[in-house]
């Protein structure tokens, strides 16, 4: 629900019309974009793979963070008050870590994924079952790690504004600081280390040497450059996301360790750009993959039932 230590200022016309402009964008095009992945990917029953489970899954948590946690942020800042009542407040905060967390532990997934397919071609790779198994453990331990965030808040009144703070057990700020730190080294940095280095490893293989059991030059150069355009179009999802959500992270990790004040329009900046990650993935999905950008042409128009569409993501069997 947006930055806990943000003092509520009446905010100007401009400003306040500035704020609805960025975030409604936002709104649009992430839940445009990201029922479109999910139709896409829930027709694709004939070459349903686990990494179109998976992108599904980030969907889903793009789809979950906009409804739940971006309009009610863009109407706290417009206003200066939280006019949603107390379950809200608890449930925005939780909406806003847990799609984080499952997007992340999702990354980390693929990533897995795309190592055990390139670097142990023959063996047999993840099912979609499994698959399903997994995004299913990810969504529980995304839940347990974001309650803490979500139990301790509170709903005050502050003149004439209610306001929905954190409200951690004493030493509440050890409580906060050591808390956010955690959540920033072991759910951000840690995982995007692991995405990093699989991926370098991946990289490595697919650029440097010929896939094992490719039996002709031309099979061998189809084989590579379909992996080479999955990686790429993976790899610019875990950039973008680790670009977008890093200044929000670190500004959270050190206002609560208390080494910088709380700043309105740097913490408006990077909550808009931490926000703006939800619109990417379907633009990626259709600048790097032909399939897909050919089967999204085919959607029907907003208002009109068309025939079921099939998507084709590659299938890395």
Aim: glycine share 2%.
């Amino acid at each position: 629900d947006g930055d806990p230590r943000y003092r509520a200022e009446s905010q100007r016309p401009a400003v306040q019309a500035l704020l609805a402009a960025a975030y409604s964008i936002i709104i649009i095009i992430s839940l445009s974009g990201n029922t479109a992945v999910c139709h896409v990917v829930m027709k694709n029953k004939r070459t349903r793979s686990v990494t179109s489970i998976f992108i599904m899954n980030l969907a889903i948590a793009d789809i979950l963070i906009t409804l739940l946690n971006t309009p009610f942020t863009l109407v706290r800042f417009v206003y200066s008050t939280w006019m949603f009542g107390r379950a809200m407040c608890h449930v925005s905060r939780f909406a806003q870590y847990c799609s984080v967390h499952v997007s992340v532990l999702t990354l980390v997934a693929i990533a897995i994924d795309r190592h055990q397919v390139v670097m142990h071609p023959m063996k047999q790779r993840m099912s979609c079952l499994q698959g399903v198994v997994w995004v299913g453990v990810i969504w529980v331990m995304a839940t347990c790690f974001s309650l803490p965030h979500a139990i301790y808040q509170t709903l005050l009144r502050f003149e004439v504004r209610m306001v929905c703070l954190p409200s951690f057990p004493q030493p509440s700020d050890l409580f906060w600081k050591y808390l956010d730190l955690t959540t920033f080294v072991l759910l951000f940095m840690l995982p995007l280390a692991i995405i990093s280095i699989a991926y370098a490893v991946v990289a490595k293989k697919l650029w440097m040497r010929n896939a094992i059991g490719d039996v002709t030059l031309a099979q061998s150069t189809a084989h590579r450059r379909r992996k080479k355009m999955t990686m790429k179009m993976l790899m610019a999802v875990v950039v973008v996301f680790a670009v977008c959500w890093f200044p929000l992270n670190c500004y959270v990790v050190l206002l609560s360790s208390k080494v910088i004040e709380a700043n309105n329009a740097v913490y408006f900046t990077f909550h808009w750009l931490a926000m703006s990650s939800t619109c990417y993935n379907p633009f990626i999905y259709c600048w790097l993959n032909h399939n897909f950008r050919a089967e999204l042409r085919s959607l029907p128009l907003i208002g009109r039932r068309g025939k079921a569409v099939q998507a084709h993501f590659p299938n890395d069997h």
